[in-house]
């Protein structure tokens, strides 16, 4: 549970809004108001940085929500 | 990391001109976003509008010669004073003979000096300023330096990566030799290997242009592109960015001992807002130090730097001294950082070239 929270405090970080606002469910290229792709790049860098875990573009795209992303990088 | 250090050399004048010509993202980006996508682009980019050159027939050798002709006008410098001249671009009027020479003949400047072009995309302004620096030591005389980009002709409209991006842009720094200045500091770093994230692949020796490539080619992300238009890979650059640029600002910061509250402004290449604003995030540095004038030019590639000194502060350096940053950053992929210090140069502010 910690370890989600602290991915959701990441991306919220990242994506400019409050952790309480996002969730796993989140869908976030049609949830997050401000979305764009600068916003993708640096959650890509986000997860090759504090996850050691580096995510194809291609890879990226087929993602959807939030948990999609978290799945992805820490299974 | 490469570092070298230079002393006794001042900039005596600067001056940025544009293209009169403003385009507006949100109506041109119609062509290839749909309206909340290009909300969204405008909005983290941070740039609604771009100059660029109407007419064929305008160069970025037009622009940057207004620019110096604004210095001769205005400042006492004169033109019989010019020792050398250097001009940054990678858009010339011709393959050859060179950009530099042309500038002579049409400025009038003495005969008896060198002149030559640096091929340079983003990161240019700083490597001019680095050779027309050891210039000044060497010939003791004022180097008459020039950088300017007309990118317009080689960007596609209908290319998602670089069409709100790109745009023209001219400038001209007079440096001079001045016994009573402080160091002024350069770093400079090189990856040949990622070059292709930014690239134009036809024109040049190795691929001449065959007539297919002046064809508008359909791209994966659904871009049209041709084999002479500015291809970036958004992913490669933006990572370039974030991770090498950031690192190479907080080392020459460490290796010269300046701290960051020292420096009065940072002129960075006006890559997109976003990645401005995530460099000053990983330096800790204050985003109003960051000046900003991509919203209203566009990114010109090397002269975004002497354009954004001129927009943005113009006042405060021709007013007062200042230790400014330097940064310019991408096509190589190139850095080039410098932190100089300037003692109330003339500035010409940004001048329109009218068409």
Not at chain 2, 45 to 56: F, H, P, Q, S
Not at chain 2, 69 to 98: C, L, W, Y
Not at chain 2, 103 to 126: E, R, T, W
Not at chain 2, 250 to 279: P, R
Request: with cysteine; glycine share 6%.
């Amino acid at each position: 549970m910690e370890k989600q929270n602290e991915f959701l405090e990441k991306v919220a970080d990242i994506l400019e809004c409050e952790p309480d606002k996002i969730s796993l469910e989140t869908d976030f290229r049609e949830d997050i108001e401000d979305w764009d792709s600068l916003k993708g790049f640096s959650l890509l860098i986000l997860f090759e940085e504090e996850y050691d875990r580096k995510m194809k573009v291609e890879e990226f795209l087929k993602c959807k929500t939030i948990k999609n992303l978290y799945d992805a990088v820490l299974n | 990391m490469a570092y070298s250090t230079i002393s006794g050399i001042k900039i005596e004048a600067l001056t940025a001109c544009v293209p009169e010509y403003c385009q507006d993202n949100l109506e041109s980006g119609k062509l290839i976003f749909s309206d909340s996508e290009l909300k969204n682009v405008v909005k983290a980019t941070g740039i609604r509008y771009r100059r660029i050159c109407k007419l064929e027939d305008t160069t970025a050798l037009d622009l940057s010669i207004k620019a110096a002709e604004d210095i001769f006008f205005n400042s006492k410098i004169k033109r019989e004073e010019i020792g050398a001249v250097v001009f940054v671009t990678f858009t010339p009027d011709n393959q050859m003979p060179n950009n530099a020479t042309l500038v002579q003949k049409k400025m009038n400047l003495d005969n008896h000096i060198p002149a030559f072009d640096i091929n340079l995309a983003c990161s240019g302004y700083v490597y001019g300023l680095w050779v027309s620096a050891m210039m000044v030591k060497h010939l003791n005389k004022r180097v008459l330096f020039l950088d300017g980009e007309k990118q317009s002709y080689v960007t596609s409209n209908k290319d998602k990566a670089t069409a709100l991006l790109l745009a023209d842009a001219g400038s001209a720094t007079i440096l001079a030799p001045d016994k009573n200045t402080t160091n002024w500091f350069f770093s400079f770093e090189t990856y040949g290997e990622d070059r292709e994230a930014l690239h134009i692949p036809s024109g040049g020796s190795r691929n001449p242009i065959k007539p297919t490539d002046l064809d508008y080619i359909k791209r994966e992300d659904g871009s049209f592109r041709r084999n002479v238009d500015i291809m970036m890979n958004g992913m490669d650059v933006f990572k370039f960015v974030i991770q090498k640029v950031s690192a190479n600002i907080k080392n020459i910061l460490n290796e010269t001992t300046i701290d960051e509250s020292q420096i009065d402004f940072f002129a960075l290449h006006q890559a997109n807002e976003y990645m401005l604003k995530q460099i000053a995030k990983r330096n800790k540095i204050p985003l109003e130090k960051i000046p900003i004038s991509i919203n209203k030019y566009g990114n010109s590639s090397s002269p975004t730097v002497p354009v954004t000194i001129c927009s943005e502060k113009a006042e405060l350096f021709q007013n007062s001294k200042n230790k400014v940053l330097l940064s310019g950053f991408g096509g190589g992929l190139s850095i080039g950082t410098a932190i100089v210090e300037s003692d109330k140069p003339y500035c010409g502010g940004v001048i329109e070239y009218e068409e």
